[in-house]
């Protein structure tokens, strides 16, 4: 059985930072792309941030150059390190994986950008 399990969210000053961390069980992790999608309020579910199993990063524009998506493999562990929050940055983030044809998301984790 898949499962992913995000951690590491709260509530964050503008201009703070914050660690997410989501942990996998019940796949390779290493040879599947881990990726980070967030949902604000009334707003769609959107990509943050991706890597690839070989370690190739993408980020979408709203977050590029303030957060950094990082795997270890050894723990089947992905990382989102999130700094110069913004208010906007507000959201459930969710960790994501397609594994045989199905879709895996954890049950998301709160980050509150406030102040």
């Known amino acids: 059985q898949v499962q992913l399990v995000e951690s590491g969210g709260g509530l964050v000053q503008p201009g703070g930072s914050l660690r997410l961390s989501c942990a996998s069980s019940?796949?390779?992790?290493?040879?599947?792309?881990m990726n980070w999608y967030r949902q604000a309020p009334g707003k769609q579910r959107e990509l943050v941030a991706a890597?690839?199993?070989?370690?190739?990063?993408n980020y979408s524009d709203s977050v590029k150059g303030r957060f950094t998506i990082s795997r270890d493999n050894a723990k089947n562990t992905v990382h989102l390190q999130m700094n110069s929050l913004k208010p906007e940055d507000t959201a459930v983030y969710y960790c994501?994986?397609?594994?045989?044809?199905?879709?895996?998301w954890g049950q998301g984790t709160q980050v509150t950008v406030s102040s």
């Open positions: 890597i690839t199993s070989g370690g190739t990063t």
């Open positions: 994501y994986t397609r594994f045989g044809g199905y879709n895996y």
């Open positions: 019940g796949i390779i992790f290493s040879i599947y792309a």
